[in-house]
């Protein structure tokens, strides 16, 4: 083998130190998002935000599923799913196209209707939030935080206002009202993703690939993020958003389309995007006696919540992960916002620190995913590695869970959604059986 000479050899390092130099500079000059003082050498400092795995050349910049911090993961060739219901972590793409019962057929069709919600028909959001802004979300990206803590952002223009949402609720060809169906309750409800859902059940349901259910699509509150209503009902880490489901929707629902759902939690499944993909794993979480299955795409697993938490710092975050700032006590705020020693025994990271519960769990995120998209510095608005630290704790777990990575994809990406949606919710129901007690009478 013939060897370089050593005037080669010194030109190869100085070239390989001007380009490991250069991509320093690359990225440290396309991270403007981040201020000047954020933390991003040292992760053993208060609020360290993880630069590893990321090319800048992308705005959000571009992940690679091979970072070693990562779990491992098994990347299939281009266009196909995993095994039928295995669980694990899988890479997919870089192409996405929609699978078939994504597209309409000529097969009986469920009913869709909708109807109008507004804040006075429920208890628990009764006010909601409303936010004073110039544009969509111009009110959160220029916020500043609270000095010495950049998870705690500060919206002085919202106060509480009412609400108006639709709900569409789909209905399989066939069912009648005399035995309960089982249930899919979605959030973010009324768009175009709606549609896409409604040619997949009509599908599988006819291929007997799916039981026949009814599918809830709940819009959300309105606005987004941190002061609005949207963000209060979905990014907050407590059981109040499956409670108005349960109290204020459901019961609208049956009594409107002369219809009954189950009560079984094996039968009832929650689905979102982003903030509503957050949600749809919280209302399992909080409340198991009610929901076993969730599915999510580009779940919000970071601190989004809003008011901030004193004795959840971290919001959606501390699932999975410690809060990243300094070492402090945990407080409560009593009625006067004066905060006050925690009582609270939440187990923070909380899935690390709780036993098990009866979740099945299918989520995805893309490798152009959101990553630190308003001025908080706190190192805990990556979503990519957020969903990657989801995936390592409920391994660890023993849950049954299923966590894709889709190459060439954005937040909520639209082809991998109609590329994915019923792969996933053929393996959220695996498993599924009818309850004897979905003939009682109650």
């Not at 995007?273 to 779940?299: C, D, K, N, Q």
Request: glycine share 8%; aromatic share 10%; net charge negative.
């Amino acid at each position: 083998m013939n060897r370089p000479s050593k005037r080669l050899g010194r030109s190869i390092a100085i070239t390989v130190a001007l380009v490991i130099a250069g991509a320093s500079h690359i990225a440290s000059a396309q991270t403007p998002k981040l201020p000047p003082g954020a933390n991003t050498t040292n992760p053993n400092d208060p609020f360290y935000i993880d630069l590893s795995g990321l090319t800048f050349n992308t705005t959000p910049p571009t992940r690679n599923p091979a970072n070693p911090k990562y779990p491992p993961a098994t990347e299939l060739p281009d266009g196909t799913m995993p095994p039928k219901g295995a669980d694990g972590n899988y890479i997919i793409g870089p192409t996405h196209n929609p699978a078939p019962e994504a597209i309409a057929q000529n097969v009986p069709k469920g009913s869709v209707s909708t109807f109008t919600m507004t804040s006075e028909q429920s208890r628990i959001y009764n006010p909601g939030f409303v936010r004073d802004e110039s544009s969509p979300n111009a009110a959160v990206n220029s916020a500043s935080t609270v000095p010495g803590d950049p998870s705690n952002v500060i919206i002085p223009t919202s106060y509480p206002g009412t609400w108006t949402r639709s709900v569409s609720v789909y209905i399989p060809a066939g069912l009648t009202g005399c035995k309960k169906a089982p249930l899919l309750v979605v959030g973010d409800g009324g768009g175009p993703r709606d549609t896409v859902l409604f040619a997949v059940l009509d599908n599988l349901i006819h291929q007997q690939q799916l039981p026949p259910m009814v599918a809830v699509t709940i819009e959300a509150g309105g606005q987004d993020a941190q002061g609005s209503e949207r963000g209060f009902e979905y990014d907050a880490v407590s059981g109040t958003y499956a409670e108005f489901v349960e109290r204020s929707v459901l019961p609208l629902v049956e009594r409107m389309k002369g219809i009954r759902v189950t009560r079984d939690p094996d039968g009832r499944a929650t689905m979102g995007i982003s903030s509503s993909g957050a949600a749809a794993f919280t209302m399992a979480w909080f409340h198991p006696e009610l929901y076993h299955r969730v599915l999510a795409y580009s779940p919000t697993m970071v601190n989004q919540q809003w008011p901030h938490s004193t004795a959840l710092r971290g919001g959606a975050w501390e699932y999975h992960s410690p809060w990243t700032g300094p070492v402090g006590p945990l407080l409560n705020a009593n009625g006067f916002g004066l905060p006050t020693p925690s009582s609270l025994t939440l187990g923070s990271p909380l899935i690390p620190n709780s036993p098990r519960k009866p979740i099945r769990f299918w989520f995805e995120v893309g490798d152009r995913d959101l990553w630190y998209p308003n001025p908080l510095d706190d190192g805990m608005h990556d979503w990519v590695l957020a969903d990657e630290n989801m995936a390592k704790v409920l391994a660890d777990k023993g849950y049954h869970y299923q966590f894709i990575f889709a190459r060439n994809a954005d937040h909520v990406d639209d082809a991998t959604f109609s590329q994915t949606l019923g792969y996933a919710l053929q393996w959220v129901w695996q498993g599924y059986q009818r309850s004897d007690r979905d003939d009682d009478d109650d």
